[in-house]
């Protein structure tokens, strides 16, 4: 649907990535600012239990290993609940939370679970069939966040720059 006017933007804006002062190079507007402060609060809690862990192990670290598993869970139960996104969108009748909350908690699970299952694999990519997995990962994360970029900030640029076009919804 705004595929033509944010191509018009893009076109039209060529310091659009290159200028600090553009609104796209803001990040976190003020609505996101409590998930990103939750976020980094659990991934630091995180990467402090994975540091800790890996600093007393006896082995190499592994997926297999308890708190491997662990964040192998919390990693896949944040990926369950950003898919659960689509159902809701799905099923009109699903009344649960509202769907801002609902776009946040699927934008910030979804990235926060990118670094938890890196530490569920110790950091590695593994074998070809767990590198292929971890790369497609890696593509829908990047992807997610130009995505949420681009949703957020462009129809303000496309407004102030093509006042005529209706963004249709």
Do not use: C, N
Request: proline share 5%.
């Amino acid at each position: 649907r705004l595929q033509m006017p944010v191509l018009r933007v893009a076109i039209a804006e060529p310091e659009f990535f290159g200028t600090l002062q553009h609104p796209a190079r803001m990040l976190i507007d003020r609505t996101h600012r409590s998930w990103a402060a939750g976020s980094g609060i659990a991934l630091s809690a995180a990467a402090v239990g994975y540091v800790g862990s890996v600093a007393v192990a006896d082995r190499p670290w592994s997926g297999g290993s308890p708190i491997g598993v662990t964040y192998g869970i919390i990693g896949f139960a944040m990926m369950v609940f950003a898919g659960l996104l689509a159902g809701r969108k799905k099923v009109p009748i699903w009344r649960v939370g509202r769907a801002q909350t609902w776009m946040r908690g699927h934008l910030w699970l979804g990235l926060l679970s990118f670094p938890i299952i890196l530490f569920h694999a110790g950091m590695t990519f593994g074998g070809s069939l767990t590198a292929l997995t971890m790369w497609v990962f890696v593509i829908v994360v990047v992807s997610g966040i130009v995505g949420a970029a681009l949703q957020h900030y462009l129809p303000k640029v496309m407004m102030s720059r093509l006042p005529m076009e209706t963004i249709y919804e």
